[in-house]
């Protein structure tokens, strides 16, 4: 697999294992009344949302061995363009002019600093 590849999925995995392992830990807030360690271990969204995270901090360090941290960790603000669409689908979040200028801004700001 190339190099170019081999970051797209990194990142794809890392963008998305975040924003979805968010998504998981907000799904799993929302059904916890009583916040205890026992409890929080006895939720799957919060066990699926920390797996989640975990898979996106993992990607992330390897994003490293393809690309500069200059460039590398400022591409994973793509989580948050994935977080605006899942939370619309999921929590029926509204999409906002603002935040399609915003998800615009941050995709142009990737395609500049990946060059």
């Known amino acids: 697999m190339s190099n ?10 890392t963008t998305i ?18 916040l205890t360690v026992v409890n929080a271990i006895k939720n799957k969204w919060l066990l699926l949302g920390s797996f989640l995270y975990i898979v996106s901090a993992v990607t992330n360090i390897a994003l490293f061995k393809y690309l500069d941290y200059s460039i590398a960790f400022p591409m ?14 999921t929590f029926k979040e509204k999409i906002t002019p603002l935040k399609l200028v915003s998800i615009g801004l ?9 060059r």
Do not use: C, H, P, R
């Open 4 to 13: 170019i590849v081999m970051i797209v999925v990194i990142l794809l995995v």
């Open 76 to 89: 994973t603000s793509l989580t948050y363009v994935w977080t605006v669409f899942i939370s619309y689908f």
């Open 17 to 34: 294992s975040g924003s979805l392992g968010a998504l998981g830990l907000k799904q799993g807030m929302n059904e916890v009344t009583d």
């Open 106 to 114: 941050i995709i142009i700001g990737v395609i500049i600093i990946s």
